[in-house]
Structure formats: C-alpha cells, structure tokens
Nanobody, 119 residues
Framework: QVQLVESGGGLVKPGGSLRLSCAAS????????GGWYRQAPGKQREMVAL???????IYGDSVEGRFTVFRDDAKNTLALQMNSLEPEDTAVYFC?????????????WGQGTQVTVSS
C-alpha cells in the first residue's frame, strides 16, 4: 500500500510564500510522474503543476511564473514552492502521483492541505 502525505499548508498574507511537500511512503520503488492540484470552495479541482520522470514541467495558467514544482527521487518526495501568493490561490492543495511499487504503477492522491491567502 502507498500513501501520499502532504504538509506545509497554512495561512499567509498576499505576496507571501509557502512551500508544500508530499512524501510517498509504503511500497514505493519510484514516482513516475506527479504534481499538484487544488480545489477552492464551490469550484472544480484544477491542475496546478505537473512534473514528469524526466523533470519536464507543466503549470496552470494562473500560477505560471509564481509556482515551481520539484521532485526528489532519492526521498520519493514532491514539493511545490509558491511565491507571490494571491487570495485567489486559497484552496485545498492535493498531491497526485503515479507510483511504481515494483509490480505495477498506480495513481494515488494525498489527503489535501489547506492554503489560505488573506490579510
């Protein structure tokens, strides 16, 4: 069994920064690709940032240039550095990853971490 556990959310003022982390534990051999999604109240879940196993990245239009996604294959972790945060970035942020456990690759979701941007 594989678990993704996010951390690093919280309350920050507009213009501030936060760094989210996602740790994969359990029967993890490698993370094939992964990324971050978010869901604000009353809105659909949207893609924030994705990173492939070759470190190619894709960002949502609203975060391009402000957010950066990272991966650490030695630790089986993903991270999201968020700068110049805006109130519109307020949402629950979810880690998503395709994890290879030695036999097959499956997609997993974390439980989510709240990010609130407010003065």
């Amino acid at each position: 069994q594989v678990q993704l556990v996010e951390s690093g959310g919280g309350l920050v003022k507009p213009g501030g920064s936060l760094r989210l982390s996602c740790a994969a534990s359990g029967s993890v051999v490698s993370i094939n690709y992964g990324g971050w999604y978010r869901q604000a109240p009353g809105k659909q879940r949207e893609m924030v940032a994705l990173i492939s196993n070759l470190d190619s990245t894709i960002y949502g239009d609203s975060v391009e240039g402000r957010f950066t996604v990272f991966r650490d294959d030695a630790k089986n972790t993903l991270a999201l550095q968020m700068n110049s945060l805006e109130p519109e970035d307020t949402a629950v942020y979810f880690c998503n990853a395709a994890v290879y456990d030695g036999q097959s690759s499956r997609t997993y979701w974390g439980q989510g971490t709240q990010v609130t941007v407010s003065s």
